[in-house]
């Protein structure tokens, strides 16, 4: 399976297809399943509702031994910072121990987001050392930084996903795809800000 670089898209092998369901699964809500020239590309809601239920779950030990790999090599061509735009608090949390270790070789700001995409979730989020962490400061000496909450309203440009007023030029059928509706995202809002302002360590 491979992620679409915006991940609002995934390609599946004939694999993956081999285990889904048979007929595919209806797209749900905020998702496109595409059949034309043929299956294997999900996006958005799709994703989440019919592929990653059967994905592989890697543990701490494999993650972690990712993240290295990958700082490693985000070092050897000089790279300083990195910003990633939504992380479950449990890669948070991986990257909060290399961080106490001294092992975070360069700097991450990280934007939260629930395991649930579109969701509110304190439960997740109570043993993460950065929200008690002074905003300006972080963790592991400014190594481990956070930047904000992750939340999808729309798809992606590249995809045909983000909303338009006007169909797409090169794919007329369609103007794009509300991940959320407007009454669902207003109450994510007002609850994560709620919760911000009690902590005063969200920024």
């Not at 030990?61 to 992380?87: C, Y």
């Not at 270790?101 to 997740?124: F, S």
């Not at 909450?149 to 030029?169: C, I, M, N, R, T």
Request: with cysteine; net charge negative; proline share 7%.
């Amino acid at each position: 399976m491979l992620d679409r670089v915006d991940v609002h898209c995934v390609l599946t092998s004939q694999k993956v297809l081999d285990i889904l369901p048979s007929p595919l699964p209806e797209a749900p809500p905020g998702g496109v399943v595409v059949t034309d020239p043929g299956p294997g590309v999900f996006c958005d809601n799709a994703m989440d509702v019919i592929v990653y239920p059967v994905a592989p779950k890697p543990g701490v030990e494999q993650k972690t031994r990712w993240f290295k790999t990958a700082l490693a090599e985000l070092n050897k061509v000089g790279i300083v910072g990195v910003g990633d735009a939504g992380m479950r608090p449990e890669d948070v949390s991986i990257l909060e121990s290399l961080a106490e270790k001294g092992e975070l070789t360069l700097r991450i700001n990280v934007m939260l987001e629930c395991a649930e995409r579109n969701t509110y979730c304190p439960d997740e989020t109570n043993d993460l050392k950065l929200l008690d962490a002074p905003a300006a400061d972080g963790l592991g000496g400014s190594t481990l930084m956070l930047g904000g909450v992750k939340l999808f309203a729309d798809g992606a440009l590249g995809s045909w996903g983000a909303a338009l007023l006007e169909p797409y030029s090169d794919k007329e059928d369609t103007s794009g795809t509300m991940l959320i509706n407007e009454t669902e995202l207003t109450t994510v809002v007002n609850e994560a800000s709620y919760y911000a302002l009690l902590s005063d360590s969200i920024c």
